[in-house]
């Protein structure tokens, strides 16, 4: 089997999911594809929608001492939770950070899905999760935690993509070189000089700001100004190409 590693899912954390889940589903064209009761037993609800190939999870807690209650609590709501990437050898990746310091707080078994999320507080900014799914490689294949007919759900004709991850550091150089250690990602420059890391599917890059979190994600959509109508329809403020929800930034190219 080929090594691989690309972006499976971005994960966001609300204290309800709605209005948040309505509002990326009408703002973004995006239909949700699926509701996995297996996180109740984390004191979860959550939903995902499909961006192309990438899902995009909202989770919210039901009840109080979740790791996502605490989250919120102590980022006031600002941030991404996860990102997670699919791979070929989930638990190799597993040991691979262990070795560099990054202890493994998780491990989900529901065959044929294998997941291995790392300690957040090792990761800095955000969860990290691999995880494989036994005889799909493909990535329009299965994908338990997205449902069994998630691929039924994926629309194009308002949002095309998601193709950016933003994460904040005050040293986003630092950041950018403990998160490619973690993936096995040589650290390139993207825009501006701004250090990156480039999946095939996907480009994280990292700016400058006061705390570590995941601070926005970029969507290439078909009319930018249709996109921003409708945010501002279901009350969100903008500001140039972008508004915020879910905790990100959503930032807008075409």
């Not at 941030?79 to 070795?99: L, Q, V």
């Amino acid at each position: 089997m080929a090594s691989y590693l690309r972006l499976r899912q971005i994960c966001l954390v609300a204290p309800q999911l709605e209005p948040v889940i309505s509002d990326i589903a009408g703002i973004m064209g995006l239909n949700v594809c699926y509701r996995d009761g297996n996180v109740a037993k984390y004191g979860l609800e959550n939903a995902l929608l499909p961006v192309d190939t990438i899902l995009l999870e909202v989770v919210a807690p039901f009840q109080a001492g979740t790791a996502a209650g605490r989250f919120l609590d102590k980022t006031g709501g600002r941030g991404g939770y996860m990102a997670i990437f699919c791979c070929d050898d989930s638990d190799a990746r597993g040991r691979h950070a262990e070795k560099i310091g990054v202890r493994i707080a998780n491990v989900i078994g529901h065959a044929p899905y294998h997941g291995v999320q790392l300690h957040p507080r090792d990761c800095r900014a955000a969860f990290i999760e691999f995880n494989h799914t036994d005889g799909s490689d493909d990535i329009l294949g299965p994908y338990p935690p997205a449902g069994p007919d998630w691929q039924k759900s994926i629309r194009k004709d308002v949002t095309q993509a998601l193709t950016g991850v933003e994460m904040q550091s005050p040293d986003p150089a630092g950041l950018a070189e403990h998160w490619g250690r973690i993936l096995g990602i040589a650290v390139s420059k993207g825009a501006g000089g701004a250090p990156q890391l480039k999946l095939p599917n996907c480009a994280f890059s990292f700016i400058k700001g006061d705390s570590e979190i995941m601070s926005g994600l970029t969507f290439r959509v078909g009319d930018i100004a249709q996109v921003l109508g409708a945010a501002k329809a279901k009350g969100r403020a903008v500001s140039g190409d972008s508004f915020d929800l879910g905790g990100v930034t959503f930032r807008l190219v075409a």
